[in-house]
């Protein structure tokens, strides 16, 4: 039943704030709780002014395309390889988490949508929805949804509830995701930031010398999260639990985790003689590659010139989004 009124229950919290006490407030208990020690999950890294190496001349020497199916060629949409000059921008250090996320959903009444699988995994659930429940159907939910590893069938109702939100604030730290390119515009201002363009975005993950990713140009599947070592099953990881995934300006998890949407619309680039029908204003760029594929991951889908694109009323499963801001 929580599912269905959940987004009513999210969106309207806010109203409720000024008649509850602080301890009260459905779903806002949790929201921004659970910070790894010692990080601020708003904090920004300054990218200084100048030039930078953005896209890249690589082929499919190894003919991937061919050998995994993909019904588009691989690297031609970053030709050519070519110097961009950007003035000083900053830009988060950490994807924005489900805390925050759900912040923004309790005060911002509205202007953003609540990601699908919180309706599924527990997330969703205020603690006034846990206290009016009974004992039977909060063991169907910390087992169905929660995915509680622990005998439930003894716990009693206090007990549930706390295992409960534990959960939460662990999922807390999450990278969001399932968020749509507008849920993440909504948010990057109501924080008084922007969506970063694409080419800011690769520059801070790549550097100014146009590192193949963001720790330099050896692939490790170990520095990063594709999947295999995430918190939740959609592989999907608490932000920066990879300390290595750092770019040379200090922000983490630009390769790996999830998918980040940016400012821009999906075209070509200056200079290039390839064509493509998803060209135009009908699709936003993601950038750096998602969780969620483990020991199959493809290095190429984590490389800081790697263009993907998305529409822009989607969302999924391994999508999220940083924000950036004007200097």
Same mark, same amino acid.
Request: glycine share 12%; hydrophobic share 40%; with cysteine.
């Given at each position: 039943?929580?599912?269905?009124?959940?987004?009513?229950?999210?969106?309207?919290?806010?109203?409720?704030?000024?008649?509850?006490?602080?301890?009260?407030?459905?779903?806002?208990?949790?929201?921004?709780?659970?910070?790894?020690?010692?990080?601020?999950?708003?904090?920004?890294?300054?990218?200084?002014?100048?030039?930078?190496?953005?896209?890249?001349?690589?082929?499919?020497?190894?003919?991937?395309?061919?050998?995994?199916?993909? +019904?588009?060629?691989?690297?031609?949409?970053?030709?050519?390889?070519?110097?961009?000059?950007?003035?000083?921008?900053?830009?988060?250090?950490?994807?924005?988490? @489900?805390?925050?996320?759900?912040?923004?959903?309790?005060?911002?009444?509205?202007?953003?949508?609540?990601?699908?699988? =919180?309706?599924?995994?527990?997330?969703?659930?205020?603690?006034?929805?846990?206290?009016?429940?009974?004992?039977?159907?909060?063991?169907?939910?910390?087992?169905?949804?929660?995915?509680?590893?622990?005998?439930?069938?003894?716990?009693?109702?206090?007990?549930?509830?706390?295992?409960?939100?534990?959960?939460?604030?662990?999922?807390?730290?999450?990278?969001?995701?399932?968020?749509?390119?507008?849920?993440?515009?909504?948010?990057?201002?109501?924080?008084?930031?922007?969506?970063?363009?694409?080419?800011? =975005?690769?520059?801070?993950?790549?550097?100014?010398?146009?590192?193949?990713?963001?720790?330099?140009?050896?692939?490790?599947?170990?520095?990063?999260?594709?999947? +295999?070592?995430?918190?939740?099953?959609?592989?999907?990881?608490?932000?920066?639990?990879?300390?290595?995934?750092?770019?040379?300006?200090?922000?983490?998890?630009?390769?790996? @985790?999830?998918?980040?949407?940016?400012?821009? =619309?999906?075209?070509?680039?200056?200079?290039?003689?390839?064509?493509?029908?998803?060209?135009?204003?009908?699709?936003?760029?993601?950038?750096?590659?998602?969780?969620?594929?483990?020991?199959?991951?493809?290095?190429?889908?984590?490389?800081?010139?790697?263009?993907?694109?998305?529409?822009?009323?989607?969302?999924?499963?391994?999508?999220?989004?940083?924000?950036?801001?004007?200097?």
């Amino acid at each position: 039943m929580y599912r269905r009124f959940l987004q009513v229950l999210i969106i309207g919290a806010v109203v409720m704030a000024g008649a509850c006490s602080k301890n009260s407030t459905p779903l806002a208990q949790s929201a921004g709780a659970g910070q790894a020690a010692g990080m601020d999950e708003g904090a920004m890294v300054v990218v200084p002014a100048g030039d930078f190496i953005m896209g890249s001349n690589r082929v499919d020497k190894a003919g991937l395309q061919r050998q995994y199916g993909f +019904e588009t060629p691989l690297y031609l949409n970053e030709h050519p390889e070519h110097t961009v000059h950007l003035d000083a921008f900053k830009i988060d250090v950490y994807e924005v988490t @489900n805390g925050e996320y759900k912040a923004f959903l309790l005060k911002a009444r509205g202007r953003g949508h609540v990601p699908e699988a =919180w309706r599924f995994n527990g997330y969703g659930l205020a603690r006034s929805q846990a206290d009016a429940m009974d004992v039977a159907t909060l063991r169907k939910i910390a087992v169905n949804d929660f995915k509680l590893d622990m005998d439930t069938r003894t716990m009693d109702k206090a007990a549930l509830i706390a295992a409960m939100f534990k959960q939460q604030q662990i999922m807390d730290k999450l990278a969001v995701t399932g968020v749509t390119w507008q849920d993440g515009d909504a948010y990057c201002r109501w924080r008084g930031k922007r969506l970063p363009s694409e080419a800011e =975005w690769e520059k801070a993950a790549r550097g100014p010398k146009g590192l193949e990713f963001p720790w330099g140009d050896k692939w490790d599947p170990q520095i990063t999260n594709t999947g +295999e070592n995430a918190d939740n099953d959609q592989g999907i990881a608490a932000v920066g639990s990879f300390p290595r995934n750092k770019s040379p300006y200090g922000a983490y998890d630009m390769s790996g @985790n999830a998918w980040e949407w940016v400012a821009d =619309w999906y075209q070509a680039y200056p200079g290039s003689t390839y064509g493509s029908d998803a060209f135009g204003k009908k699709y936003k760029v993601i950038r750096g590659g998602g969780g969620g594929v483990g020991h199959y991951a493809l290095s190429y889908f984590f490389r800081g010139a790697t263009r993907q694109y998305a529409d822009p009323h989607m969302s999924a499963e391994d999508v999220g989004f940083r924000c950036a801001k004007d200097i």
